[in-house]
């Protein structure tokens, strides 16, 4: 096709081409020469509530960058193993922060529990499915259940030992769906691609519209849900990252953590 | 091996030979219409079957997820009238294989049809044979090399998917955790040595495959 061409539009187009990409190169940096930049992995469960504390983190030390990266924590955890530069690493289960922990990867003593979470059972908000407690999903219409990868997923570990306490594991093992993270689960319930799903009550709460809870997971049906936050070692800012984790357990941190749904500190039963 | 990951190389095998068969029968088909015929649209259709070669695989998933899911713009009666969904079965992994590396074997297969001599084609036609005949037994018996070799490279991409398979068949052990699906969670959850051993297979045979497609498609040039 390109033979038929003359000759005088290829070198044209190639030229622009050139030109385009070079001119990439030079496009000016949006942000502004930045002050600092930290990096904090945190379970995603976590995300809305983090992104507001980022707020009030970055109006107290403006100029600089304030980098999220949300997911499920045991992925998060892998990566600092293998050498993400990540500051803080805020975690959905102590599992992981322990891991961290013996492999001698966190600053020992800037470690806390900063939040406490609930596990439940949502439907999608139009299902058809009279679903009322965790023993329902042995009902045959209930083709599809998401819960969370429990090798990677602190959500999915703590659906697992629900299930297993209802012994319904052995049952419904067939119809489970693992997703990559919490939100995952929650989105493919909101899409109506599951009959139904094991999520925080806080992430219900985030698609309220599309989701119903029907259950809350007993408290003794699971391990307790803590959320640890600790600074990663050999973070080269670690007074910020030791600062960052002061807002989140400073009482507008947990007011906003609480805003969320989140159990903090002192409010623990 | 232990049995999970001889679980995903069959998978992974079924999956990508599924796909092959349909990629060759619909990806020869298309070559021919798009080398033979001219008619309006067909840039666009082109377009649109290369489409899936230089998207990200991402996206690819997200469009199928579109069509194809329980609420999606056809999987929603698909799923009204039979109460199945293909999301997050191993057809989605299909599905998803299909559509990423077709554009491979109409590219491949095109050249290897426009390459055949025009001039025994129209023999094909003085001495009366028909338009299908012709196809069967001209263009096809001379464009074989490059439909085999679009085909090998089409089963290698296929095997290889892994964005748009985890998107519309999901990640689940013992049902849709294809080989590259199953690399990417033993790699996330620390399982080295489970991972080295299925990376170097797949090193191993994707190199064979290129192997054998270059040695076919030298010969059809």
């Not at chain 1, 119903?212 to 391990?223: E, F, Y």
């Not at chain 2, 997820?65 to 057809?91: A, C």
């Amino acid at each position: 096709m390109f033979r038929k061409l003359p000759k005088l539009f290829e070198i044209r187009s190639l030229v622009i081409v050139l030109i385009f990409f070079v001119g990439l190169v030079f496009v000016p940096e949006i942000t502004a020469q930045s002050t600092y930049e930290i990096t904090i992995s945190a379970a995603i469960s976590l995300k809305n509530a983090f992104e507001d504390i980022g707020k009030i983190f970055k109006e107290r030390n403006p100029g600089g960058r304030l980098l999220f990266n949300f997911g499920g924590s045991g992925d998060l955890a892998r990566q600092i193993e293998v050498g993400a530069p990540v500051d803080v690493f805020a975690s959905a289960a102590e599992k992981e922060m322990d891991d961290l922990d013996h492999k001698d990867m966190i600053i020992k003593g800037t470690r806390k529990d900063f939040a406490w979470n609930r596990v439940v059972l949502i439907i999608p908000m139009k299902s058809p499915i009279p679903l009322t407690s965790f023993n329902d999903l042995r009902r045959g219409e209930i083709q599809k259940i998401a819960i969370g990868n429990p090798k990677t997923v602190p959500a999915g570990r703590y659906a697992e030992e629900v299930l297993r306490h209802f012994n319904l594991w052995e049952d419904i093992k067939d119809r489970l769906i693992f997703a990559e993270n919490v939100r995952q689960v929650l989105d493919y319930v909101a899409r109506g691609e599951v009959d139904a799903g094991m999520v925080y009550s806080t992430d219900a709460l985030v698609r309220a519209k599309e989701v119903r809870i029907v259950a809350q997971a007993p408290d003794q049906s699971h391990r307790q849900v803590i959320y640890p936050i600790a600074v990663v070692k050999g973070s080269k800012k670690e007074a910020l990252a030791k600062e960052f984790i002061a807002v989140v357990t400073s009482r507008e941190g947990e007011k906003i953590l609480e805003s969320y749904g989140f159990r903090v500190s002192g409010q623990r039963k | 091996m232990d049995g999970s990951v001889l679980f995903s190389l069959r998978l992974s095998l079924q999956v990508a030979a599924v796909a092959t068969v349909l990629i060759v029968l619909v990806g020869t088909g298309m070559a021919y219409i798009l080398a033979s015929k001219n008619f309006r649209g067909r840039e666009p259709l082109d377009i649109l079957l290369t489409l899936p070669l230089v998207l990200p695989p991402t996206v690819t998933g997200y469009y199928l997820i579109l069509f194809m899911g329980r609420n999606g713009l056809l999987g929603k009666y698909l799923f009204h009238w039979t109460g199945w969904s293909i999301m997050f079965t191993w057809y989605a992994a299909v599905l998803a294989s299909f559509i990423v590396a077709l554009p491979l074997m109409i590219k491949t297969t095109r050249a290897a049809i426009e390459s055949v001599d025009a001039n025994l084609i129209k023999v094909s036609y003085t001495l009366g044979h028909g338009e299908f005949k012709t196809f069967f037994k001209v263009i096809l018996p001379l464009s074989r090399r490059g439909i085999i070799a679009g085909a090998v490279l089409s089963f290698a991409r296929a095997m290889g998917e892994f964005g748009a398979t985890l998107m519309v068949a999901g990640n689940i052990p013992g049902k849709t955790n294809t080989m590259p699906i199953a690399i990417y969670t033993s790699a996330s959850s620390g399982d080295w040595s489970k991972a080295n051993m299925m990376v170097i297979f797949f090193t191993l045979v994707s190199g064979f495959f290129i192997y054998i497609a270059n040695k076919l498609s030298k010969k059809v040039i």
